[in-house]
């Protein structure tokens, strides 16, 4: 999940309306809820996961709380383990660490992160990784000096339980380093979800069992859309579609479009726009709540997963509360609705 930014809303608004659909979320029996990592962008107020995950944590009382992900190039692993650990202390077994290779922003922004040093290291994400996972562990790690003795390095003094790790992405090489680790690993569908097939059949067949993980574990994420009529889904759609062209199109960003404004300005795209927003859609799950959880379960069977991530990136009309997002909670409580019937 990660939480858009309406036009004329304020950042302290949509993130209250994001802790507002966690507690809903909760309240509903959901799994997870997750916060991405995104920088510099106009229509997304998901800057710092820790933070919002604690938030998030502080408001709920059942659900698991995450990221997804931190873009571990941007941060030092110690800081990430760190984190974590203080948010597992807060919520404990129930802090999903997810992890992700990619900057989460332009090659502006990305540089202004990784300004620190050596911990930007893309290629070294593999050891990064495995780091963090023993600095967040009750053991935690061990440094030793070239020179000769060792140094003991613990994320927290006195962990008793630690955050679940897992990898995502959306290309083979996040498939293939959860397999060699033994990791759970996510695949980021809801971007375009080309590659889907390859990337769990390598994640499969090539994972090696670990203390924590004997046999694969995986879920998919998708775009998701419930309302009372196709029509009223269709039309929450466009907004989010219409932001999916304009970055695929690298034409400027801005904060979501209502469905009022997204309908007025619907001819400002060209030929090669509309066909990013038609294959977009085609890949999305929109429709009713009875609609939405067919496909959904069927999309689960097809994949041969037990779990899938929605994105409720259902927009709002003008009418609407600004700290609030009715059509996100009007997608949960419908297709959770049609899933228990």
């Known amino acids: 999940l990660f939480r858009s930014v309406r036009a004329g809303q304020t950042s302290s608004q949509a993130v209250g309306a994001s802790l507002s659909l966690a507690q809903r979320a ?23 996961p820790p933070i919002l995950i604690a938030a998030a944590a502080g408001r709920t009382a059942r659900i698991r709380v995450g990221s997804g992900g931190v873009m571990l190039p941007n941060h030092s692993p110690l800081v990430v383990a760190e984190q974590f650990a203080a948010l597992e202390a807060i919520a404990p077994g129930r802090i999903d660490l997810g992890i992700g290779r990619a900057p989460g922003s332009d090659p502006v922004i990305t540089q202004l992160l990784r300004m620190s040093g050596t911990t ?39 962990a008793t339980t630690q955050p679940e790790v897992w990898l995502l992405g959306s290309s083979d090489y996040s498939a293939q380093l959860a ?44 775009n998701a859309i419930a309302a009372p009529t196709q029509e009223e889904a269709e039309e929450r759609a466009i907004p989010q579609l219409r932001m999916m062209a304009r970055l695929r199109q690298n034409r400027p960003l801005t904060a979501l479009e209502t469905v009022e404004q997204a309908r007025a300005a619907a001819s400002d795209f060209d030929s090669l726009g509309e066909q990013i927003m038609a294959g977009s859609r085609a890949k999305w799950f929109v429709g009713t709540g009875a609609s939405v959880a067919s496909e959904l379960r069927a999309f689960a069977a097809r994949w041969g997963v037990e779990e899938v991530m929605i994105s409720p990136v259902a927009g709002a009309y003008d009418a609407e509360p600004m700290d609030a997002s009715p059509g996100r909670v009007q997608t949960l409580e419908l297709v959770t609705a049609a899933l228990a019937a």
């Not at 909760?26 to 710092?48: C, I, K, Q």
């Not at 070294?124 to 030793?144: C, K, M, Q, W, Y």
């Not at 670990?210 to 574990?217: I, R």
Request: aromatic share 12%.
């Open 120 to 158: 930007s290291d893309v290629d070294r994400f593999p050891d990064h990784v495995r780091d963090i996972r023993a600095l967040a562990s009750p053991e935690g790690a061990t440094l030793r000096f070239a020179s000769g003795g060792t140094y003991d390095v613990h994320a927290t003094p006195a």
């Open 179 to 222: 397999a060699a680790h033994g990791l759970p690993y996510v695949f980021a569908n809801h971007f375009s979800g080309e590659g889907l097939e390859r990337a769990l059949d390598l994640y499969r067949a090539q994972f090696q069992p670990s203390e924590t993980h004997p046999v694969p574990l995986t879920f998919l994420t998708a």
């Open 26 to 48: 909760d309240e509903l029996g959901l799994r997870r809820y997750w916060f991405a990592e995104h920088h510099n962008m106009p229509a997304v107020a998901s800057t710092t």
